[in-house]
T-cell receptor, first 115, second 115 residues
Framework: AQSVTQLDSQVPVFEEAPVELRCNYS??????LFWYVQYPNQGLQLLLK??????LVKGINGFEAEFNKSQTSFHLRKPSVHISDTAEYFC?????????????FGKGTKLSVIP | NAGVTQTPKFQVLKTGQSMTLQCAQD?????MYWYRQDPGMGLRLIYY???????DKGEVPNGYNVSRLNKREFSLRLESAAPSQTSVYFC??????????????FGDGTRLSIL
């Protein structure tokens, strides 16, 4: 069984400050890792994904994440946030079973950017 | 625009009523999923369909049924709605097992309230 823990349910940060949203996972098999963003009253959009190779992954809107296998972490970072980054962010792990890849989501982190 | 389309966007039901949520994708994806999103709970998988003609239970299937009508369409039915099923429902799709690591694409959700 796999699980995802997002360590912070809410993160307030001032505009133009850096931010890190933390994600830890557990899985007994090789996994693929994703970060999704959800703006108010919308569906989820893919920010970035880690499949293999370089542990530093760059995504859209200036976000990046680092895969750390020894610490089973996949933290999301942005060096300078904007008001438009206010949203909820979900970390997810994917693994194969029963004929399909399935996603297990964390409970989400609400990022609030303060002007 | 290509993507995942969910109907309706909003619905209010009375306890005991039945309803079918519709989902269609035009990306030629093999696998489709239904999730529910509740505050502080992240997304939880209700049912999925790895390929046309197959369906399987996810984490929270009780009270729901699904139909994979064809490759494009995957519907979710509530036979006798209960207040505990008040939630936001998301449909998602992806290519499936032949293309490992592909992200899931999400619809904009159906906001369902049961009184």
């Amino acid at each position: 069984a796999q699980s995802v823990t997002q360590l912070d349910s809410q993160v307030p940060v001032f505009e133009e400050a850096p931010v890190e949203l933390r994600c830890n996972y557990s899985s007994s098999v090789s996994v693929y890792l994703f970060w999704y963003v959800q703006y108010p009253n919308q569906g989820l959009q893919l920010l970035l994904k880690y499949l293999s190779g370089s542990t530093l992954v760059k995504g859209i809107n200036g976000f990046e994440a680092e895969f750390n296998k020894s610490q089973t972490s996949f933290h999301l970072r942005k060096p300078s946030v904007h008001i438009s980054d206010t949203a909820e962010y979900f970390c997810a792990v994917s693994s194969y079973g029963a004929g399909s890849y399935q996603l297990t989501f964390g409970k989400g982190t609400k990022l609030s950017v303060i002007p | 625009n290509a993507g995942v389309t969910q109907t309706p966007k909003f619905q209010v039901l009375k306890t005991g009523q039945s309803m079918t949520l519709q989902c269609a994708q035009d990306m030629n994806h093999n696998s489709m999923y239904w999730y529910r999103q509740d505050p502080g709970m992240g997304l939880r998988l209700i049912y999925y369909s790895a390929s046309e003609g197959t369906t399987d239970k996810g984490e929270v299937p009780n009270g729901y049924n699904v139909s994979r009508l064809n490759k494009r369409e995957f519907s979710l039915r509530l036979e006798s709605a209960a207040p505990s099923q008040t939630s936001v429902y998301f449909c998602a799709s992806t290519f499936g097992k032949e293309t490992s690591g592909q992200p899931q694409h999400f619809g904009d959700g159906t906001r369902l309230s049961i009184l």
